[in-house]
């Protein structure tokens, strides 16, 4: 009996040796042919509308990218990434700086940066540059830029960056605290500007912002011809925004402070020109905009 049990075992155990030699239902044996490919690795690509708490850089390294809620404090915010294409794509390194390419750049980062603010970002204390991957990432297939926002304590005299709490989303869609308005503005002995402080339109005061003259390709301006065309040109912003005639009697109403963007930001694409009208020998406690001629009086004749 122990022998006829013991055959029976090994019977049993053979059957279910040949049973595993068998496909179940639905396999078909092949160990691979179901599997999904492994996709090709693909370069990061930085988010939009996200913000950073360290300051603007030229080039952003992947150790360094680390976001933070908008509604905490931060200094940087990114509204839009765009790609490189085209010639530009195929190089073997980022564009240089003042290169066609990053000008390129800067232009489209400019029309994205208005359209997320909701009015140009030169009219508020706002900044705004663009940011390339690092050599390493632009190698390994990285071929994004950013637009990078940030605030600023004083546009008028290259301020220091800032920490805010918000989005800048939509911000200068209507009057906003970072909008630029009046200020008192004193010389130095060289008659140029010493400081330009901002304060509240109904204190007195001797200049206001009036709006933006975009400048045409050409070199920063050096000599006193291209000072004298930028100075005309932000007249007839300032005629349009005080409401009084684009004359030969505008430089006897108001003088004018023509504020571009400092050499390295002109020459990677900003030509926004930022005017104000200028009272040299009065004060006043309100907003010229509009005004008329009564406003900005004709002060001397010839």
């Avoid at 019977?11 to 279910?16: P, S």
């Avoid at 339109?201 to 050409?218: I, L, M, Q, R, W």
């Avoid at 005629?239 to 006897?252: E, Q, R, S, T, W």
């Avoid at 020998?281 to 309100?286: F, G, P, T």
Wanted: glycine content about 8%; overall charge neutral.
């Amino acid at each position: 009996m122990r022998r006829w049990i013991a055959a029976i075992a090994l019977g049993g155990a053979t059957a279910l040796l040949l049973s595993a030699c068998s496909n179940p239902a639905g396999v078909d044996g092949d160990l691979t042919d179901d599997w999904a490919a492994v996709p090709e690795p693909k370069p990061f690509v930085p988010p939009a509308e996200v913000c950073h708490s360290g300051d603007f850089a030229e080039v952003a390294y992947l150790s360094s990218f680390n976001p933070v809620d908008c509604a905490s404090p931060h200094r940087l915010e990114t509204v839009y990434v765009g790609q490189f294409t085209g010639a530009a794509a195929s190089a073997s390194a980022p564009p240089a700086k003042g290169s066609p390419e990053i000008r390129t750049a800067f232009a489209e980062c400019d029309a994205k940066t208005k359209e997320y603010l909701g009015a140009d970002w030169r009219t508020a204390r706002l900044w705004m540059g663009v940011v390339l991957p690092s050599p390493q990432a632009w190698a390994g297939g990285s071929r994004w830029f950013r637009c990078d926002v940030t605030e600023v304590t004083n546009a008028e005299d290259s301020g220091y960056t800032t920490s805010r709490s918000g989005s800048v989303k939509g911000a200068l869609k209507s009057a906003s605290p970072l909008s630029l308005g009046c200020f008192q503005v004193t010389l130095a002995r060289d008659s140029s500007i010493d400081t330009m402080p901002a304060t509240a339109c109904t204190k007195d005061h001797n200049s206001e912002f009036a709006g933006v003259y975009s400048a045409p390709d050409g070199s920063y301006p050096s000599k006193s011809a291209d000072w004298d065309k930028m100075h005309n040109e932000c007249r007839k912003v300032i005629a349009k925004f005080a409401g009084v005639p684009n004359d030969g009697n505008l430089k006897y109403r108001t003088g004018v402070v023509s504020l571009p963007a400092n050499d390295d930001d002109w020459t990677n694409g900003n030509r926004g020109v930022r005017c104000y009208l200028w009272l040299s020998e009065r004060k006043v406690n309100r907003s010229l905009k509009g005004a008329g001629p009564n406003g900005l009086p004709i002060q001397y004749a010839r």
